[in-house]
């Protein structure tokens, strides 16, 4: 067989497309996943997340392109055939099998070892999941998240090269699904297998994974390390799914060799903000920006003079809701020309600023009290260029 020398990915996809009928549930994707990495595969219901990974396992074919694992083509490999194990929402346990009994399953079925031998592997991956003792109950006398362990323990007995992980949690309540997010991180840590795992939460994603490919429509629209897709989206969507974003639609103005000045709004109606540059993009093109809610620093009036904006962005405007969330506050602030612009601040005693900030001579004092903002306040919107992303529209 040949052998692709040129690296060592656990798992790699080279142009693949998979039809059913007219539908390109997966298209043309490339994808290479590295040995012993987390990967995710994440996005919305149908973008073809499952499909990718049901050919990666051997369960579906691709209509065009390759499929390699740890180098080697597998078109035409089955499943049982491949170094590869699945571990689904369902959890399929045998349910008149002791536990110890269905981990061993697998290895009874193709004679990997004396009983002794098999045993020994089966309470060894029962110990990895923290089910050592509960080798003789049966799956009904066990916990949702206790029977998802024990699938990841017969999923893990046989070391395959990769573990592919279809939505594992998906059946959790959320407080033990949380636990379960940071034991399957552990648990990879320590086995060092390279996981495959598919998920619409992007919580789930950012939380586990070393890297994540961001999926919609059968594409894939950016891989990175969840820092990455978080700080450095590239294109509306993944701003838009991971985590919160304001978007603003503006015209670029001026372009310079750093930074990209955009005016906002209808007739660019007074919001100018800048940007770092974009290869291509040019003076009256127009484009969407992207900033984080918690990006933006907010600070009080208390009185008229005027200094310089330190190269921040900077806006006026005025609190039209605050919304309590526990550990944080989100206001939502209307700005001239029919902008608004939704802001988090974390609540509790942290000083937003060091100093206080001036804009159209008055100053805007830096909220050390830890008191929060009130509805119709005037307030002052300041952020880096450096965290305003722009999107070519
Ligand atoms: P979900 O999170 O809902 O499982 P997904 O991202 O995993 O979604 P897929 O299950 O891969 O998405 O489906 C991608 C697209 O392919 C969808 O439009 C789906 O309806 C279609 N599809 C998947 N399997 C089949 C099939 N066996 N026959 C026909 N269409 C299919």
Redesign the pocket.
């Known amino acids: 067989m040949q052998v692709k020398e040129q690296d060592r990915n656990a798992v790699e996809l080279s142009s693949v497309t998979k039809r059913?009928g007219d539908?390109a549930?997966v298209d043309d994707v490339n994808l290479s996943i590295r040995e012993g990495e987390f990967f995710s595969m994440l996005?919305p219901?149908?973008?073809?997340?499952?499909?990718t990974l049901r050919m990666i396992a051997g369960f579906e074919h691709p209509s065009m392109g390759e499929i390699y694992i740890e180098g080697v083509p597998v078109a035409g490999v089955p499943p049982f055939r491949r170094n590869v194990n699945t571990v689904f929402q369902s959890y399929a346990l045998f349910p008149h099998m002791s536990v110890a009994e269905n981990v061993a399953f697998g290895l009874q079925a193709t004679h990997a070892g004396t009983k002794a031998e098999i045993a020994e592997r089966a309470q060894h991956a029962l110990d990895l999941v923290r089910l050592g003792n509960y080798g003789k109950r049966r799956p009904r006398q066990m916990s949702g998240g206790q029977q998802q362990r024990v699938a990841l323990a017969r999923a893990l007995v046989n070391r395959p090269a990769v573990l592919l992980l279809d939505e594992p949690l998906g059946a959790l309540d959320l407080k033990l699904r949380k636990e379960m997010q940071l034991e399957l991180k552990n648990l990879q840590t320590q086995v060092g297998i390279t996981f495959v795992y598919?998920t619409?939460d992007q919580e789930e994603a950012l939380t586990m994974s070393d890297r994540i490919a961001v999926m919609s429509g059968g594409k894939v629209l950016q891989v990175g390390s969840p820092a990455e897709i978080y700080e450095r989206p590239n294109c509306r969507f993944v701003a838009d799914f991971i985590g919160q974003s304001n978007f603003l639609q503006g015209q670029v103005a001026e372009v310079g060799p750093e930074l990209v000045t955009i005016t906002i709004g209808e007739n660019g109606s007074g919001l100018t903000v800048r940007s770092p540059r974009l290869d291509g993009v040019q003076t009256g093109s127009a484009v969407t920006l992207a900033v984080r809610p918690e990006k933006i620093n907010l600070s009080r009036i208390a009185d008229a003079h005027e200094t310089s904006s330190n190269g921040l962005n900077r806006a006026v405007g005025r609190i039209k809701q605050a919304i309590y969330m526990g550990t944080a506050t989100q206001y939502l602030v209307d700005l001239p020309g029919a902008v608004s612009l939704t802001v988090e601040r974390q609540n509790g005693g942290n000083a937003q600023h060091d100093t206080p900030s001036y804009k159209d001579g008055r100053l805007f004092a830096p909220n050390t009290d830890g008191g929060r903002f009130v509805e119709h306040e005037e307030v002052l919107l300041e952020w880096s260029p450096a965290v305003t992303l722009l999107l070519e529209k």
């Not at 219901?45 to 499909?51: A, H, L, M, P």
Request: proline share 0%; net charge positive.
């Open positions: 059913f539908v549930a996005g219901s149908g973008c073809g997340k499952t499909t598919v619409h």
